[in-house]
């Protein structure tokens, strides 16, 4: 069982930064597929941004040169650095992890089978 735990969310003005965490515990952290998915109030899950046990990775379009994903796989855990925040950017953030191993990356949260609580991150303008 896969155990996955957010951290660093806040409320911030718009242009500002945040780094969310992501602590996971019990499996082998290494081969997950790590991604973090968000959500606005009346709107569906969408996906942000994921990484490879290996590094690559893949993000939105919507974050796409203002987010970066990483991990520590001694630490057993992934970031998102969110730069340049902007009020669109408001929603609950979910950690995920896919544990099955096959090639490729995935954006849509049924490919992933652990989830974390979400952490808030409210930007306002």
């Known amino acids: 069982q896969v155990q996955l735990v957010e951290s660093g969310g806040g409320l911030v003005q718009a242009g500002d930064s945040l780094r969310l965490s992501c602590a996971a515990s019990?499996?082998?952290?290494?081969?997950?597929?790590m991604g973090w998915f968000r959500q606005a109030p009346g709107k569906e899950r969408e996906f942000v941004a994921c990484?490879?046990?290996?590094?690559?990775?893949l993000y939105a379009d919507s974050v796409k040169g203002r987010f970066t994903i990483s991990r520590d796989n001694d630490k057993n855990t992934v970031y998102l650095q969110m730069n340049s925040l902007k009020p669109e950017d408001t929603a609950v953030y979910y950690c995920?992890?896919?544990?099955?191993?096959?090639?490729?990356?995935?954006?849509?949260?049924?490919?992933?089978?652990?989830w974390g609580q979400g952490t808030q991150v409210t930007v306002s303008s």
């Open positions: 019990g499996g082998n952290f290494n081969t997950y597929i």
């Open positions: 990484m490879s046990w290996n590094g690559g990775s």
């Open positions: 995920a992890a896919r544990t099955r191993r096959t090639v490729g990356l995935f954006i849509t949260p049924s490919s992933y089978e652990y």
